[in-house]
């Protein structure tokens, strides 16, 4: 078994699903009996030269990034569990969706009706925020004008205030991260409409650094299979149902839905950067 002075981990997710990514890390602290370190990622995870240097042991990470980093960087990260969340939307699989959020008084009623409208997102290598819509826009054929303005927000809670604030007239959300929002503002369900659910995808998992070995990492796994009456708890605070067993290779088709041809992944980011 590898030994580690600490255990360390960083989320490139959502911020409202930090305090659970607290609880999950500090849980397998206490199973490995080590101090345990996690942090928001500060960059891109292409670009953070802590995890570029392999200085990082477990990572909450968009299944879409962690394919491309992969791909440039393949014998760093394999991936330990991911969620299966509580709703029946989700089937007991671990997936989730994108969910494209209007303003409830909008008179905007189906995808179709956002031609023209300003949709912002939260960055352009979020699977549900920007490559799920993006794909969408390509496999129906709408023009390249379809949008009327586009503006990058930085996060999807952001993206959903401008939403409700009237700033954007649209936006597409990851679907746990609208329900973890709702669940601490309940007071924004009454200002926001869903127009379309795109999806489902593989939901984002828990990745591991190869380099702490097969013994340590089944361990790691194991625990999460079979979390304890603490972590349990946290769970179901945070609409988990369990973990289960992923395997890289499940999050490939997210390159695959992104494996436009060249000239359509041109079009469409140009609908989401040139018009900005």
Not at 13 to 40: D, M
Not at 160 to 171: F, M, N, P, S, T
Not at 195 to 208: A, D, F, Q, R, T
Not at 247 to 253: K, P
Request: charge should be negative; proline fraction near 5%; include cysteine.
């Amino acid at each position: 078994m590898t030994i580690l002075p600490k255990l360390r981990a960083v989320s490139y997710l959502a911020p409202n699903y930090f305090g659970f990514y607290q609880e999950t890390t500090a849980y397998l602290g206490r199973v490995l009996g080590l101090e345990t370190q996690l942090h928001q990622g500060e960059y891109d995870p292409l670009e953070d030269p802590l995890l570029l240097q392999d200085q990082i042991d477990l990572v909450f990470i968009c299944g879409l990034p962690l394919i491309r980093y992969c791909q440039v960087i393949s014998d760093q990260l394999q991936t330990l569990v991911a969620p299966v969340m509580q709703l029946s939307r989700y089937y007991n699989r671990p997936i989730y969706f994108a969910d494209v959020i209007v303003n409830a008084n909008s008179d905007i009623r189906a995808f179709a009706d956002l031609a023209g409208r300003i949709f912002c997102y939260n960055d352009s290598d979020s699977n549900s925020g920007y490559n799920l819509l993006r794909n969408q826009l390509v496999q129906q054929r709408y023009p390249l004008n379809f949008f009327g303005k586009t503006i990058q927000s930085g996060s999807h809670q952001c993206s959903i205030r401008w939403v409700v604030e009237g700033l954007a007239d649209c936006a597409a959300i990851d679907s746990v991260v609208l329900e973890q929002e709702l669940r601490d503002f309940p007071e924004l369900s009454q200002h926001l409409r869903v127009v379309e659910v795109l999806g489902p995808s593989p939901i984002p998992p828990l990745v591991v650094a190869q380099r702490l070995g097969v013994s340590l990492i089944r361990q790691m796994q194991s625990a999460l299979l079979q979390p304890d009456v603490e972590l349990q708890r946290a769970m179901e605070r945070a609409g988990v149902k369990r973990f289960t067993t992923v395997e890289l290779e499940d999050y490939t088709v997210l390159v695959k839905s992104d494996g436009l041809k060249y000239s359509d992944r041109q079009k469409t980011d140009l609908i989401f950067h040139h018009i900005n």
